[in-house]
Each structure stands twice: as C-alpha cells, then as structure tokens.
C-alpha cells in the first residue's frame, strides 16, 4: 500500500487532541516512505497532515476542487497537484489514485466522502476501496455503533465489513496496509 488516501476535516480551531492525533497519521505515512493522497488544502487539519508529512519524507498528492483554488487556499506542500471541477470528481479521483482511504475526524464532508466510497463497494462497483476509519480516541464510535447495528438489521451486506475496518493506532493503520 503505497497510496494513501485521507478524509478528514480542514476546520481549524478544533481541538489541539486532533492536531496532535492527525500529525501522527502524517508522519507515520512519510516515515514509511508512503504518498498522502488527500484534498489539497492549507485549511486546518488537512494541512497539519500534508506538513507532517512532508516533514517526515513523504510525498503529497493533492485533489484540489476549482473552489478551492480560486479561494486560493491550496496547500504549498504539494509535490502533485490533480485539479478538479468540485468535490464529487474530487472524491472519484481521490480514490482512483489511492489503494487505501483513511478517514480521520471530520464532519460532514468526510461522512459523505466515507459512504460515498463504502456505497460504491456496497454495490460491487470496480475501484472498490477498504475504508479504515481512524478511532484512536472514539471519534467514530457512534458511527461503528450505527453502522454495526444497520448491519445486524441486515441493511448492510456482509461486504460492508470486508471493506470498513477500524484502527485505534498507527500501529494497526501499518498491519492493515501490509495485510491489503
């Protein structure tokens, strides 16, 4: 897994928990030489992870809708740079160009983006990704506990839990991308 994909929130003035938890994520990619495939942005978490990164040896690979480039709110820590018409295409190209999605505490751009990717797996569509949510301080329980409890009531199929898994670590972030 040399690719990875990341969802997360670019708010800023969240808690500095998530700083700290979103730069480790970053520089877990960069030490083990791996590419940070995410939205561009120089806005909140999002640049946390792309510096931390870089920082650490990695690579940066953004999707970067037109919106936010005409705002003028690209990050500089980009090696590449895939433009886009808006978030949709961002997020198709996003996980075209990666071999894992990471989604790290966000709102509701990153919920979207998380069942946008597990709805295209749900129905066997190709390009299907494994979607690890990152819960190393239980931001995505409720979600597991929705999820779980859909998937109980046989809304979801067993496919779901084939391609959402759930990491508390970066040490269990490294044994899913070995064992893909």
């Known amino acids: 897994m040399k690719h990875i994909g990341v969802f997360l929130s670019a708010r800023d003035n969240l808690d500095p928990h998530y700083t700290c938890l979103t730069r480790e994520v970053g520089q877990w990619i960069g030490k083990t030489g791996r590419t940070l495939v995410y939205g561009g942005s120089r806005c909140g978490l999002m640049?946390?992870?792309?510096?931390?990164?870089?920082?650490?040896?990695?690579?940066?690979?953004?999707?970067?809708?037109?919106?936010?480039?005409?705002?003028?709110?690209?990050?500089?820590?980009?090696?590449?740079?895939?433009?886009?018409?808006?978030l949709n295409e961002r997020k198709q190209i996003l996980m075209e160009q990666s071999d894992i999605i990471l989604a790290l505490p966000g709102g509701i751009g990153t919920l979207d983006e998380i069942f946008t990717i597990l709805g295209v797996s749900a129905?066997?569509?190709?390009?299907?990704?494994?979607?690890?949510?990152?819960?190393?301080?239980g931001s995505w329980d409720k979600l597991i506990e929705l999820l779980d409890e859909l998937h109980a009531k046989h809304f979801l199929r067993d496919s779901y839990c084939e391609r959402l898994k759930v990491a508390s670590s970066v040490e269990e972030l490294e044994v899913f991308c070995q064992n893909k």
């Open 123 to 137: 129905i066997g569509l190709p390009g299907a990704k494994t979607v690890v949510l990152y819960n190393a301080d």
């Open 47 to 86: 640049e946390v992870l792309a510096q931390a990164t870089k920082q650490a040896g990695g690579t940066v690979w953004g999707v970067v809708p037109h919106i936010i480039t005409e705002r003028q709110l690209e990050s500089p820590c980009m090696d590449r740079k895939f433009p886009c018409k808006d």
